[in-house]
């Protein structure tokens, strides 16, 4: 592995050290997290296996295919070897630490030069990349822990100083450990790759709950047990009478950067961005661009110099400048490094001869920009008339930018909150919707436009028009909200009325079609104690009486029989009391007429005592023509199941995209005409197998069934909206981009 990763294998350490005698409570710590790592570790080599089978799954070709089955045989034949050591190299970490560099992230992001990475491979940059950004983020996310346990573990072992301080549980040393296991492995990048992610995410994002238990039990024994962290690495502070254990959240003198949640988002981005530089780097080395300031012809402006020439650019482009609604016609890609040159070549003119030119990290910034852009006027997920509108602020985010370097870099800063706003506000947002009338499409342009007319450079204007952009949405979304619920309410309500109503006539139908039944006894049952079953259905989860209604149904038709042997003939009158006593109180429960009722219980008595008597008075039916019938009807069934198994073979692949839809997920109908309409699942109604989608106002537009939907999506008239936030995704893009280019 290159140093330029920030890490190292520590072989040659453990060999040179001697195993000296571990002090108590190290060696508790060393047996806590060696277990706790090992079982991490199976997480992730389990998430590995999934992974590698999904993707084998999902395979273009049977060269893919078995690509990815041999890369899951090669890992589970040696896994167990990997992991025992994985786990005695950390153990070995305790006995002979490894020396650790500072907490800070200036090392691991410090731009490589053009000479290293062009003498990088492929896929080692790609390695180095992914290991880079979990150090940094572990180091980031945990920055509080580790310089506790740091400070304390350098008190613990004698050769630690202040300059060279020593951490047995640092990020990067259990990376270390982890990439001199998985060298066993003979896999190709992508797998190791996989390999990588999964250990991120399983074992270095959960290292919190063991620096918690190491700095604890560190603390039991007496070692700096009034530890104060100020939210920089390197300044600590020993406070008497303070006791503190964690990362120090809440203490007097930390400075707060905000909740866990949104530093491990600005640590991921932070890392995105890292990856997203080194690759711009690599581009230049590969194309021979020397380093700018090594020039004498060249001068590199500062960033203020830049910033002051990019004051003359127009927020609006020309061609929208005195547009009234600056969603008419399409989105413009504007040439923003073009615009940059060109204001370059204005001040070589007035210059001292040499040729001004851009650092690296400003390039950088600016094709990041452009490439934020393409991907936004590319992007499906966006409505046109939102798309558009969005385009509109590609000088004001570069002049954001230019000034404000951590846009890429932090998840809160104001514009990219504010970009991501307006465009996971926007997607629910259809062209058939009329703008003129539409609230939300008026506040997007309304932004938009005091953006335009308003930013100065003060990017505060970002933060203020995002709050009055949420409090708007929060306005919206509340009403929206009830009026979804009621829609939900009330289609649940009505679509398991038609499940039990057809499961009802389905029965009754199926029960009474087989015999030559008597017409009131026909009457009770279709027109009475169809009620009962009906309600008796919508019920069944609550009273479980469904079956027992049914039996109701069994019963009657069984009494209806003949009857010759003495035992059966002893049964029915021993059923029809309770029969009877069964009909009549489901039928008044259901309020049926009571004088009807009465007059039909009579007419039913009569039929059973003339059941009873002559043996019978309902036979099968035996006619030909229905059996004809009932023979054809089989046949067509037959067809049809067969036409169906072959449909749902068809749609089986999308099947499986419908079931990955997730309330409050939205969509995109396109209808036979041309025209297309977006909705978000508001419910699925299991008894139906149905699907509800309403509008952004929380109305119904249309219901569907699974297998519907998935003809629908197999069709090409479904599409599922991607909900990201928008700047995520195309920082995302950008790095798959810059990938193929530098494969």
């Not at 992991?83 to 560099?101: D, I, K, L, M």
């Not at 003129?436 to 342009?445: A, P």
């Not at 692949?653 to 409050?664: F, H, R, T």
Request: charged share 25%; aromatic share 6%; glycine share 6%.
């Amino acid at each position: 592995m290159n140093k330029q990763s920030g890490i190292h294998y520590l072989r040659e350490h453990r060999e040179a050290g001697s195993n000296r005698p571990v002090p108590a409570e190290v060696t508790r710590i060393r047996d806590t997290v060696v277990a706790g790592l090992g079982d991490l570790l199976q997480g992730a080599f389990d998430a590995v296996d999934d992974s590698l089978f999904e993707l084998a799954n999902n395979a273009r070709s049977n060269n893919e295919q078995n690509r990815y089955f041999e890369a899951m045989r090669e890992i589970r034949i040696k896994r167990k070897g990997v992991e025992r050591h994985f786990q005695n190299t950390v153990a070995q970490y305790f006995a002979n630490p490894p020396h650790t560099g500072p907490l800070q992230e200036e090392n691991l992001s410090k731009q490589a030069s053009a000479d290293t990475l062009s003498l990088v491979g492929n896929d080692d940059l790609e390695e180095q990349v992914a290991l880079n950004a979990m150090i940094t983020k572990a180091k980031a996310h945990f920055q509080g822990p580790l310089l506790q346990l740091q400070t304390r573990f350098s008190q613990v072992y004698p050769e630690a100083t202040d300059e060279s301080p020593v951490n047995p549980m640092a990020p990067e040393h259990l990376c270390s450990a982890f990439t001199e296991a998985i060298q066993a492995l003979e896999i190709q990048i992508r797998e190791r790759l996989i390999l990588l992610k999964q250990f991120d995410r399983y074992v270095v994002s959960n290292l919190g709950m063991l620096l918690d238990e190491a700095n604890r039990i560190l603390i039991q024994a007496g070692i700096i047990p009034n530890f104060r962290y100020h939210g920089k690495a390197g300044q600590q502070h020993e406070s008497p009478g303070t006791q503190t254990t964690g990362s120090g959240k809440g203490e007097p003198g930390k400075t707060d950067t905000g909740s866990p949640e949104a530093n491990r988002e600005s640590a991921g981005s932070s890392a995105v961005f890292e990856q997203i530089r080194q690759m711009l780097a690599l581009q230049r080395a590969n194309a021979g661009i020397p380093p700018r300031a090594s020039d004498p012809a060249v001068r590199v402006i500062a960033d203020s110099e830049l910033a002051s020439l990019l004051n003359a650019l127009p927020l609006a482009a020309p061609a929208w400048q005195n547009q009234s609604d600056l969603s008419d016609g399409e989105p413009v890609s504007v040439d923003l490094s073009r615009l940059v040159h060109q204001l370059l070549q204005e001040e070589a003119d007035q210059g001292d001869g040499r040729q001004p030119a851009l650092n690296e990290v400003d390039e950088d910034l600016i094709n990041l920009v452009s490439m934020l852009f393409e991907f936004i006027l590319d992007d499906y997920n966006l409505s046109a008339p939102v798309q558009v509108l969005i385009s509109r602020l590609q000088i004001p985010i570069l002049k954001v930018v230019i000034r404000d370097k951590s846009f890429f870099s932090r998840a809160t800063h104001p514009a990219r909150r504010l970009l991501n706003s307006l465009a996971r506000a926007g997607i629910g947002w259809s062209n058939s919707d009329e703008k003129s009338k539409d609230k939300l499409y008026g506040q997007i342009h309304n932004i938009v436009q005091r953006i335009l007319n308003e930013f100065d450079g003060d990017v505060s204007l970002f933060e203020r028009l995002n709050q009055e952009f949420e409090e708007f949405l929060e306005r919206e979304n509340r009403k929206a909200s009830l009026v979804e619920q009621r829609t939900r309410e009330s289609e649940r309500g009505r679509i398991k009325s038609q499940a039990a109503q057809q499961t009802v006539d389905n029965l009754l139908k199926e029960k009474v079609s087989r015999y030559k039944m008597p017409q009131p006894v026909h009457d009770i049952l279709m027109n009475g104690w169809s009620r009962v079953l009906f309600l008796a259905y919508l019920r069944d989860d609550v009273e479980h009486r469904w079956n027992s209604t049914v039996k109701v149904v069994d019963d009657l038709i069984w009494c209806l029989h003949p009857h010759q042997e003495d035992d059966e003939r002893d049964q029915w009158v021993r059923v029809v009391p309770s029969l009877l006593k069964s009909l009549r109180s489901g039928l008044e429960e259901v309020s049926y007429n009571s004088s009807k009722l009465d007059e039909m219980m009579g007419q039913l008595k009569h039929e059973l005592a003339e059941a009873f008597r002559t043996n019978a008075v309902i036979e099968p039916r035996q006619d030909a023509a229905p059996v004809s019938g009932e023979d054809g009807e089989n046949q067509a069934h037959k067809q049809t199941s067969k036409q169906q198994e072959l449909e749902d073979a068809a749609v089986s692949e999308y099947v499986a995209q419908i079931d990955s839809l997730q309330i409050g997920n939205w969509v995109e109908f396109r209808l036979v005409n041309g025209a297309s309409f977006r909705c978000k699942l508001s419910a699925i109604i299991d008894e139906a197998d149905c699907f509800v989608f309403v509008n952004r106002m929380g109305l119904k537009v249309i219901e569907k069934t699974r297998i519907e939907l998935a003809h629908e999506m197999r069709r090409g008239r479904l599409t599922l909206l991607e909900q990201g936030a928008l700047i995520d995704r195309a920082l995302d893009a950008v790095v798959g981009t810059l990938r193929s280019k530098t494969a």
